[in-house]
């Protein structure tokens, strides 16, 4: 039986976590900061790249993704001696997919065209939205301007470029989200990342929403009536969803984001980064000091990482749980020869009844008609 590294694939996740400035909604392990000591940086990296590829060797690599944060804020010298650590480790597909996120506040033609000497061959755009109203309600820094230009620059640098968005804004319609859709599917992407705001505990706008400071925000009603618009644009325009917030070309597909989906292997380097192995039939989890001054401290001396064993069937739960994310099938033997979990027939027989499910002799896959509904379906389809 093939491994998960295998199956699944193989990558290599890099935490960045800087920022000019921190966004409202976001919840991610971002910091803004004055100084920053970028050969210090690159020292931590090499550290932590070397002590996680000793564990294991051996492996083919098919993604790194520099993550954040700002990643564009990075110097081109970091990604270069990022990407060259983890070569003198694994062997690299020939096409291999090296992802930089960037925001169009930290773009300058130069410094793509130095990233792209350095090795990335595909380039992320955190837009968000394009109008310059919602752009400061959402805290960003750049204007519609800034993001337009920083996407021409993109596209002219780089072979793959994606672009994210967030619907479901305060005081969006339905023919507002449909219009700026329209407007962003015009730019002919090959990859978008559309998601709907949500209100996390712990930001600035899970402050004000539990203050009923935040108002404005669509009903859940509308909320739904922009995913569908969505689906349903992105589809006459080429770009079906491969995922529930994710949209493609044929071929354009994230090769890193499918990693996890698809249950397979990836290192987490740098702060708050966290991994996925499998070694000896265990699946193992690896998580990492949240302070960037404390990782780069503990890096040196072998003690930012910890790892755990994950329990068969907390391992067999995720693999459903992200699995079923996807428009491509689970596979339910591998699910049940690798973490021994077993779906009940009857559940699936009955979400298929009810249009949430199709199935096959071994697969199940959510409909579209169930995508929406996700959660509903996994409560059900796990349930004891």
């Not at 070569?87 to 690299?92: C, G, M």
């Not at 700026?180 to 996390?200: C, F, G, N, V």
């Not at 070309?249 to 708050?272: C, M, Q, T, V």
């Amino acid at each position: 039986m093939p491994e998960p590294w295998q199956t699944g694939g193989f990558g290599a996740y890099i935490h960045w976590p800087y920022c000019e400035a921190k966004c409202p909604y976001c919840d991610f392990n971002s910091h803004v900061t004055r100084f920053i000591d970028h050969t210090a940086w690159r020292d931590a990296y090499s550290a932590e790249i070397d002590l996680i590829a000793s564990r294991l060797p051996d492996r083919v690599l098919t993604s790194v993704f520099f993550g954040g944060g700002t990643p564009s804020l990075m110097e081109p010298r970091t990604i270069e001696t990022v990407l060259d650590r983890l070569s003198s480790h694994y062997t690299f597909t020939n096409n291999i997919e090296i992802t930089l996120e960037a925001n169009p506040s930290s773009v300058e033609a130069a410094k793509f065209s130095d990233f792209r000497s350095a090795g990335i061959n595909r380039v992320s755009l955190g837009v968000q939205a394009l109008n310059d109203y919602d752009l400061k309600r959402l805290g960003r820094l750049h204007s519609l301007e800034d993001a337009m230009q920083a996407l021409d620059i993109a596209q002219s640098t780089f072979q793959r470029v994606s672009f994210d968005l967030i619907y479901a804004r305060q005081d969006q319609t339905e023919e507002d989200w449909a219009k700026e859709l329209t407007q962003a599917l015009s730019r002919e992407p090959d990859h978008l990342s559309l998601y709907q705001l949500t209100i996390e505990k712990g930001t600035a706008f899970g402050d004000r929403f539990a203050a009923g400071k935040l108002g404005g925000l669509p009903t859940d009603a509308q909320s739904s009536d922009m995913y569908f618009i969505t689906q349903d644009l992105c589809e006459q325009a080429g770009l079906p969803a491969y995922e529930v917030s994710n949209h493609a070309k044929k071929g354009a597909e994230s090769r890193h984001n499918l990693i996890y989906w698809n249950s397979g292997d990836f290192l987490g380097i740098g702060p708050g980064a966290h991994g996925r192995y499998t070694n000896n039939g265990q699946r193992f989890e690896t998580a990492t000091e949240l302070s960037p001054q404390n990782w780069l401290r503990l890096s040196n001396s072998g003690r930012a990482t910890t790892t755990a064993v994950i329990a068969p069937d907390d391992w067999g739960l995720e693999m459903v749980l992200m699995g079923l994310r996807l428009s491509e099938p689970l596979y339910l033997d591998r699910l049940e020869q690798e973490t021994g979990l077993k779906i009940n027939n009857q559940r699936i027989k009955s979400l298929a009844a009810d249009g949430l499910l199709e199935h096959g002799d071994s697969w199940i896959k959510v409909t579209p008609k169930g995508r929406p509904l996700l959660n509903a379906v996994l409560v059900e389809l796990l349930r004891d």
